[in-house]
């Protein structure tokens, strides 16, 4: 029963696009040790704006929970929101420690383009289901992506085994499944309008992110 969700059949539909995010050069090179440490430094000043943007979204996600559904749902993106507060903190250290300006840095164009889509996303006109599907792909992409970065036969350089740890790790790999049975249990109660806007909104993530991830592996 599983497969038979429409999660798991978009990501069927759309595999390649998936695997195109999550299997990017960029993360290639940090999992064999090769990365730049200026595209690595791009990427966190570039993240940590987006993640800010985020916040916002994941706040609107905790908005649309039905009343009635039952209360660990709330649970569940209450727990995400906290976790973006010490994600948040985290990346100033870490800021700090690559002596990063977050202040100072300039948005990218992909990087507005995904900001101003998490503001579409933000609007009361797009459904729940539709928006907590996208909260668990964002936040999937990401895992899938940095789980890779631990693996046994990994080389990720030590400098970067907590910002890797932070999105692969066996506990957010847990939190992804859980956003995903919010997901499949939102669609299974949607119309099929809200349905079809909710798998818009899927392939359009991966795109998203997989222009996110170009763009960090450029330095200009
Ligand atoms: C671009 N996608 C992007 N940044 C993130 N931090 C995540 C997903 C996961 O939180």
């Known amino acids: 029963l ?39 430094k791009h990427w966190m000043e570039q993240d940590y704006h987006f993640v800010r943007e985020l916040v916002r979204f994941v706040a609107s996600v905790l908005q649309k929970v039905p009343r009635n559904a039952p209360e660990h749902d709330l649970d569940v993106i ?32 992909p990087n507005k383009d995904y900001c101003e889509f998490l503001k579409e996303l933000e609007r009361e006109d797009t459904p729940y289901a539709a928006a907590v599907t996208a909260f668990w ?8 992506s940095f789980m890779s970065c631990l693996e046994e036969d990994a080389k990720t350089p030590y400098e970067l085994v907590s910002t890797v740890k932070r999105w692969g790790s066996p506990e957010f790999h847990q939190y992804t499944l859980s956003l995903k049975k919010l997901a499949d249990k939102a669609l299974e109660n949607a119309s099929d309008a809200e349905q079809k806007q909710a798998q818009k909104i899927f392939v359009r993530i991966l795109e998203l992110e997989l222009k996110f991830w170009d763009m960090a592996g450029f330095v200009l």
């Open 137 to 144: 792909l964002i936040e999937l992409v990401y895992c899938a």
């Open 78 to 109: 209450l727990g995400g929101l906290t976790a973006l507060e010490s994600e948040i903190t985290w990346f100033r250290k870490e800021a700090n420690f690559w002596q990063i300006f977050l202040e100072r840095v300039t948005l990218l164009q």
């Open 2 to 40: 599983e497969n038979r969700t429409l999660t798991a059949e978009w990501l069927r539909q759309n595999h390649e696009l998936y695997t195109a995010a999550t299997n990017h050069s960029f993360i290639k090179s940090i999992r064999d040790g090769t990365i730049d440490v200026n595209n690595f």
